[in-house]
């Protein structure tokens, strides 16, 4: 019992933070909330200094407990009530859309956010707003990785196989990834994997936490990883590694692939990339004599204007050797962000529908019209990827208005001062945020909403693996849910809450006039804003597509370790591997694409002689908005920094910790020096988790890649200068 002799309350969840989703079990005793580990198959108890520290944030001074508006007189942001931020916000988006059309008003997501929540926010801007214009965070990190299973699978899951698989595998290549700093408790994967005799292997430009647990590190010049996959790919024809017969009968398209990757001989791979021969062909022997093998890429692959051809490139070594479905064995990619699997899966992507469903395809589009109660006709179509959108806000084509649920653009986004710019041109932005982050520092109105602790949902994992998170206590006074908000605004814009059906959709919605349709308003209200009631309706809405949720109800949820999708039937079984009889492809088979190298959208030169690229910390998580305030985390990582190799900070005059600047053709950031052998002498590296000064996304290139829409973070051209004193 406790000190007021109540007994504590507890409740068994899952971390805020990354796709990992860590198991937890949040008590609260007398109103102090602590975290204790979980068993659970993904952390087994394990969980980095973020999931530790994450209930500090719930009773943080600084978090966010009532509206704010700015005042037109002193332009401040002010506290207000939440009939004037609504007000507001409904006046503002009515303005708006009479004077410029409903896709004046723009919507950005994230992929943090709840899968209820991605749901609600797809239907929000399509049935409510009627607006196009709808694009989340996830695009600036795995759109790449999505884009290239989607072709090559027919279907996109970060993996396709349960994450103790890795435990597993003879051979594993992690490429683009470093989670012994972003999701540590997979290590212990890693670690029985070299136990057992396995090999690990990393690509990566940087000798990170991660490489130094490698059995071997190839170390490419950054925006070379298409080639060392090509290359490993020849090597693997060449000495007789590719599984022939898996190729004849389960794939399609391997002639151009062979075609291709017939002119990438080790030698030309090494001298563009920097990764010696000998390397390349122990990488390509330790996969292709493995009984189990498995390749895993991240963001440092994805990252790219040729994102998905990179990608592609190592789905295509993948498929090659016949690992895609083999027990033990396959391709898959690490998913970033909390949901970041979720949240790509239930219509807050500009081109989808839920159910991971195109929303250019009529079919799909009738099926989530019948489930919305509304005309397919009226459904608008596909809006135009994040980095896009955020681009033309403001401009005479673009939306006028906009609002940000779970997301801070303002640190996050490429050529971030030019995006900042955009922003400020607005005639109504709003943000729904715990804490102000920089972008809701900008904001006409802000939102205060509830945190992860606050609201139950479900979050869908890196594994495809759907989990339940469960609220511990309310909110506190003056905090409201996404899921609320979405509902009060629909109210308020449509004069009738929104409709949300635990059955089968019963006619229009919001149109309907009778009294007693009426008075039922607040009921609907009410149902809008239960997590549970919208998430029956995304399981009807996504039955039959891609990311099938039909078969998976909460007490299913409950009663196991969470449930893989697809699962289309409540009797029949769910999905934790896929691929073993065949791909969700029209006839069955998975597709080689031929994918070419070609050079960084900006190369370096005599201006800007060095190559930049972009990461994470332990510490820190995304843009930094929660985890910056957390006191044990600033202190393990108090400010940014510039990862400089000694040679090039002796070339420079620079010292350990003197301040730099770092300047590219769109902006530059200032940080401390780091000097560090770990990184290559013509490369520079900072972690993006800061703002203000130190934004290392006030530089990246915002060159975009043409399939997934995904922003070139991983590689752009920079000076370094000592800040004179
Ligand atoms: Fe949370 Fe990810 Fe850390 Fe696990 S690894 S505790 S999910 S931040």
Same mark, same amino acid.
């Given at each position: 019992?406790?000190?007021?002799?109540?007994?504590?309350?507890?409740?068994?969840?899952?971390?805020?933070?990354?796709? #990992?989703?860590?198991?937890? =079990?949040?008590?609260?005793?007398?109103?102090?909330?602590?975290?204790?580990?979980?068993?659970?198959?993904?952390?087994?108890?394990?969980?980095?200094?973020?999931?530790?520290?994450?209930?500090?944030?719930?009773?943080?001074?600084?978090?966010?407990?009532?509206?704010?508006?700015?005042?037109?007189?002193?332009?401040?942001?002010?506290?207000? &009530?939440?009939?004037?931020?609504?007000?507001?916000?409904?006046? /503002?988006?009515?303005?708006?859309?009479?004077?410029?059309?409903?896709?004046?008003?723009?919507?950005?997501?994230?992929?943090?956010?709840?899968?209820?929540?991605?749901?609600?926010? /797809?239907?929000?801007?399509?049935?409510?707003?009627?607006?196009?214009?709808?694009?989340?965070?996830?695009?600036?990190?795995?759109?790449?990785?999505?884009?290239?299973?989607? @072709?090559?699978?027919?279907?996109?899951?970060?993996?396709?196989?349960?994450?103790?698989?890795?435990?597993?595998?003879?051979?594993?290549?992690?490429?683009?990834?470093?989670?012994?700093?972003?999701?540590?408790?997979?290590?212990?994967?890693?670690?029985?994997?070299?136990?057992?005799?396995?090999?690990?292997?990393?690509?990566?430009?940087?000798?990170?936490?991660?490489?130094?647990?490698?059995? $071997?590190?190839?170390?490419?010049?950054?925006?070379?990883?298409?080639?060392?996959?090509?290359?490993?790919?020849?090597?693997?024809?060449?000495?007789?590694?590719?599984?022939?017969?898996?190729?004849?009968?389960?794939?399609?398209?391997?002639?151009?692939?062979?075609?291709?990757?017939?002119?990438?001989?080790?030698?030309?791979?090494?001298?563009?990339?920097?990764?010696?021969?000998?390397?390349?062909?122990?990488?390509?022997?330790?996969?292709?004599?493995?009984?189990?093998?498995?390749?895993? =890429?991240?963001?440092?692959?994805?990252?790219?204007?040729?994102?998905?051809?990179?990608?592609?490139?190592?789905?295509?070594?993948?498929?090659?050797?016949?690992?895609? &479905?083999?027990? /033990?064995?396959?391709?898959?990619?690490?998913?970033?962000?909390?949901?970041?699997?979720?949240?790509?899966?239930?219509?807050?992507?500009?081109?989808?529908?839920?159910?991971?469903?195109?929303?250019?395809?009529?079919?799909?589009?009738?099926?989530?019209?019948?489930?919305?109660?509304?005309?397919?006709?009226?459904?608008?179509?596909?809006?135009?990827?994040?980095?896009?959108?955020?681009?033309?806000?403001? =401009?005479?084509?673009?939306?006028?208005? #906009?609002?940000?649920?779970?997301?801070?653009?303002?640190?996050?986004?490429?050529?971030?001062?030019?995006?900042?710019?955009?922003?400020?041109?607005?005639?109504?932005?709003?943000?729904?945020?715990?804490?102000?982050?920089?972008?809701?520092?900008?904001?006409?109105?802000?939102?205060?909403?509830?945190?992860?602790?606050?609201?139950?949902?479900?979050?869908?994992?890196?594994?495809?693996?759907?989990?339940?998170?469960?609220?511990?206590?309310?909110?506190?006074?003056?905090?409201?849910?996404? $899921?609320?908000? #979405?509902?009060?605004?629909?109210?308020?814009?449509?004069?009738?809450?929104?409709?949300?059906?635990?059955?089968?959709?019963?006619?229009?919605?919001?149109?309907?006039?009778?009294?007693?349709?009426?008075?039922?308003?607040?009921?609907?209200?009410?149902?809008?804003?239960?997590?549970?009631?919208?998430?029956?309706?995304?399981?009807?809405?996504?039955?039959?597509?891609?990311?099938?949720?039909?078969?998976?109800?909460?007490?299913?949820?409950?009663?196991?370790?969470?449930?893989?999708?697809?699962?289309?039937?409540?009797?029949?079984?769910?999905?934790?591997?896929?691929?073993?009889?065949?791909?969700?492809?029209?006839?069955?088979?998975?597709?080689?694409?031929?994918?070419?190298?070609?050079?960084?959208?900006?190369?370096?030169?005599?201006?800007?002689?060095?190559?930049?690229?972009?990461? @994470?910390?332990?510490?820190?998580?995304?843009?930094? =908005?929660?985890?910056?305030?957390?006191?044990?985390?600033?202190?393990?990582?108090?400010?940014?920094?510039?990862?400089?190799?000694?040679?090039?900070?002796?070339?420079?005059?620079?010292?350990?910790?003197?301040?730099?600047?770092?300047?590219?053709?769109?902006?530059?950031?200032?940080?401390?020096?780091?000097?560090?052998?770990?990184?290559?002498?013509?490369?520079?590296?900072?972690?993006?988790?800061?703002?203000?000064?130190?934004?290392?996304?006030?530089?990246?290139?915002?060159?975009?890649?043409?399939?997934?829409?995904?922003?070139?973070?991983?590689?752009?051209?920079?000076?370094?200068?000592?800040?004179?004193?």
């Amino acid at each position: 019992a406790t000190a007021s002799g109540h007994p504590p309350r507890e409740v068994a969840t899952h971390c805020p933070y990354c796709a #990992l989703q860590c198991g937890m =079990t949040l008590r609260d005793q007398d109103g102090r909330v602590s975290v204790l580990p979980r068993q659970f198959p993904t952390n087994r108890g394990g969980l980095c200094q973020k999931g530790w520290t994450s209930a500090e944030l719930l009773t943080h001074p600084d978090r966010l407990t009532t509206p704010l508006l700015r005042d037109p007189a002193s332009g401040e942001l002010r506290p207000a &009530g939440w009939e004037a931020a609504l007000d507001r916000i409904a006046t /503002g988006i009515g303005e708006v859309q009479r004077r410029h059309g409903r896709d004046a008003v723009a919507v950005f997501g994230g992929g943090g956010l709840t899968n209820e929540k991605a749901y609600a926010l /797809g239907k929000f801007a399509r049935v409510t707003l009627g607006t196009r214009n709808i694009d989340y965070n996830g695009r600036f990190c795995m759109s790449s990785a999505a884009a290239a299973g989607m @072709r090559a699978f027919g279907v996109d899951r970060g993996l396709p196989f349960p994450l103790s698989d890795l435990g597993h595998a003879d051979t594993l290549v992690l490429v683009g990834a470093n989670p012994a700093e972003t999701m540590p408790p997979l290590v212990r994967w890693l670690t029985e994997l070299r136990q057992r005799g396995g090999r690990l292997i990393v690509v990566d430009p940087r000798v990170t936490a991660t490489a130094r647990q490698a059995d $071997l590190h190839l170390q490419p010049l950054p925006g070379t990883d298409l080639a060392v996959a090509n290359a490993l790919l020849h090597i693997a024809l060449t000495e007789g590694y590719v599984d022939d017969d898996y190729v004849a009968t389960r794939t399609t398209g391997f002639t151009d692939v062979r075609r291709t990757v017939a002119g990438w001989w080790p030698a030309r791979a090494e001298a563009l990339s920097g990764v010696p021969v000998a390397d390349l062909e122990a990488t390509a022997r330790a996969l292709g004599t493995a009984k189990r093998a498995i390749i895993l =890429t991240a963001r440092g692959a994805e990252q790219h204007a040729k994102g998905v051809d990179t990608v592609t490139a190592f789905v295509n070594l993948a498929l090659a050797l016949g690992l895609p &479905g083999r027990p /033990g064995s396959g391709y898959g990619c690490l998913t970033g962000q909390g949901n970041g699997q979720g949240g790509r899966e239930h219509g807050q992507k500009a081109d989808q529908l839920p159910g991971y469903r195109r929303i250019d395809d009529p079919a799909a589009r009738a099926h989530v019209a019948q489930v919305w109660g509304v005309s397919a006709d009226d459904l608008p179509g596909p809006g135009v990827p994040a980095y896009q959108l955020l681009d033309s806000l403001g =401009t005479s084509d673009g939306p006028r208005a #906009l609002l940000v649920f779970g997301s801070n653009p303002v640190v996050s986004a490429p050529r971030a001062a030019r995006i900042e710019s955009r922003l400020r041109e607005l005639d109504l932005l709003v943000v729904t945020d715990l804490l102000l982050s920089e972008t809701a520092a900008l904001a006409d109105v802000v939102l205060p909403t509830a945190q992860w602790a606050e609201e139950d949902g479900t979050m869908t994992n890196l594994e495809g693996r759907v989990l339940r998170r469960r609220a511990l206590r309310p909110p506190p006074p003056g905090v409201r849910t996404d $899921l609320a908000i #979405l509902a009060t605004l629909t109210t308020r814009l449509k004069g009738r809450a929104p409709s949300y059906r635990l059955a089968q959709s019963r006619g229009p919605l919001l149109t309907a006039d009778s009294d007693a349709e009426a008075a039922a308003d607040s009921e609907r209200e009410a149902r809008a804003a239960d997590p549970r009631t919208v998430f029956a309706e995304l399981r009807r809405a996504s039955a039959g597509g891609i990311a099938d949720y039909a078969g998976i109800g909460w007490d299913r949820i409950d009663a196991a370790d969470g449930v893989f999708w697809p699962c289309p039937r409540e009797d029949g079984p769910d999905s934790p591997r896929l691929f073993a009889d065949g791909f969700p492809t029209p006839d069955g088979r998975a597709r080689f694409h031929p994918v070419e190298h070609r050079p960084a959208a900006e190369e370096v030169c005599a201006e800007y002689p060095l190559h930049f690229t972009t990461g @994470r910390v332990l510490a820190q998580y995304q843009s930094g =908005t929660q985890t910056r305030r957390v006191a044990a985390l600033r202190q393990a990582a108090p400010d940014a920094f510039v990862e400089l190799h000694p040679d090039l900070a002796g070339r420079l005059g620079v010292a350990d910790g003197e301040p730099v600047r770092v300047l590219s053709r769109r902006g530059e950031f200032r940080a401390p020096a780091r000097l560090s052998p770990a990184i290559r002498p013509d490369t520079v590296f900072a972690p993006f988790h800061w703002g203000g000064a130190a934004r290392a996304n006030s530089v990246t290139n915002d060159a975009v890649d043409p399939i997934s829409g995904m922003p070139e973070f991983k590689i752009c051209a920079v000076r370094v200068e000592r800040v004179a004193s």
